[in-house]
């Protein structure tokens, strides 16, 4: 049991470019599934699920430790059981992630055509001759005729920008169509996007909400990772979530352009009672936390708590970091201009202390 995952038998991760297909997101791209199933069912660790074993090695919770409990409760069926099905050959996706879009109202600093509309469009304006990346869309009447959302437990929605996407509201419907409005839905949403009087009555139909928004900082902080949003609208939408479902966290992704305001940013959270994962970015490497000059990490030494110190920024300051530096003021300057926009007008501070000279 201690080696069992739900997701060989139960889950299914689908893509909007309708190549991608698998089990979980963590397998290597080419894995045989029948061998990982026999390998679980004889207690044993496959290789191909590393990701999660050194999670649990170091004492930390895996994915495959998230996903089981999460289809035990949801289930309302005792893991023992659900291991007895896959014992037996019962393969059924019960567990749903999938990705209906890239359709996207923002251009986060960290992103890019690949995951946002928006940003192919930014790359379209900065290179006509690329030609306009082409929409694409999941291929919903296959879904549908393969997997029964009428038995769906668990449904996660991914982007772009997933409430931005009119078809994740068709496909609610269809749960709904279905009578499935006990099954767990998930969002990974930006938080920005004005739902209208149609869109909030689909949502509250369901009784299992789950929303994990993406908060970079707040107010001019925000805007500025993750523009063109609007700071404004996201504190409205956060208290028509919460109205919903007791489940509303929030993802902090950590990096050079707002370390600076780490502290301001975790005592909104403390205020507003929102529970927050902080992942530190190490991709792209110039939007590092430690990709700063020494004289920013000496004064981050005064502004952040020792323990956030060592473990975003480090006493040691190497030529790797030096140069991913130099290509973050190099990256900023195309995209603001690409954007149109100054950094100096949202993160006044941290250009100050950068120097403001190095971002004209």
Not at 13 to 30: A, F, G, V
Not at 219 to 245: A, C, H, I, M, Q
Not at 314 to 327: A, C, K
Request: a negative charge.
């Amino acid at each position: 049991m201690n080696n069992f995952c739900v997701l060989p038998w139960f889950g299914r991760e689908l893509n909007w470019t309708n190549r991608i297909d698998t089990h979980c997101c963590l397998l290597p791209k080419q894995y045989d599934i029948k061998k990982i199933q026999q390998e679980m069912l004889a207690g044993k660790r496959p290789a191909e699920c590393q990701k999660c074993w050194n999670l649990e090695d170091q004492g930390l919770t895996s994915d495959r430790q998230l996903k089981n409990a999460a289809l035990d409760w949801y289930w309302d069926r005792d893991l023992q059981f659900i291991k007895q099905d896959a014992a037996q050959g019962l393969e059924k996706t019960l567990m749903l992630k999938m990705m209906t879009s890239y359709t996207c109202n923002a251009a986060c600093v960290s992103c890019n055509a690949g995951a946002s509309s928006s940003w192919a469009k930014l790359d379209y304006k900065e290179n006509p001759k690329l030609g306009m990346k082409k929409y694409q869309f999941i291929d919903l009447d296959k879904v549908y005729s393969e997997i029964d959302f009428s038995s769906l437990v668990t449904l996660t929605l991914l982007g772009g920008e997933p409430l931005y996407e009119k078809k994740n509201f068709q496909v609610l419907e269809r749960l709904l169509e279905l009578g499935n409005d006990r099954c767990f839905i998930s969002m990974v949403t930006n938080g920005s996007v004005a739902l209208s009087d149609e869109y909030k009555k689909i949502l509250s139909k369901f009784k299992n909400l789950n929303f994990c928004v993406s908060i970079d900082g707040t107010g001019p902080v925000f805007e500025y990772v993750r523009y063109p949003l609007d700071w404004s609208l996201l504190e409205p939408n956060l208290k028509f979530f919460r109205e919903l479902t007791t489940f509303v966290s929030a993802n902090y992704t950590l990096s050079n352009l707002n370390v600076l305001y780490h502290n301001q940013t975790v005592a909104w959270f403390a205020e507003q009672k929102i529970e927050y994962a902080n992942n530190p970015i190490y991709h792209p490497a110039w939007l590092q936390p430690r990709a700063l000059p020494v004289h920013v990490k000496q004064h981050l030494k005064t502004v952040l708590n020792p323990v956030d110190y060592d473990t975003y920024i480090g006493e040691v300051h190497s030529e790797t970091d030096q140069s991913n530096f130099e290509e973050f003021l190099k990256q900023i300057k195309r995209q603001d201009n690409l954007k149109g926009i100054s950094i100096k007008n949202y993160l006044p501070e941290l250009c100050d202390l950068i120097g403001l000279d190095l971002f004209e």
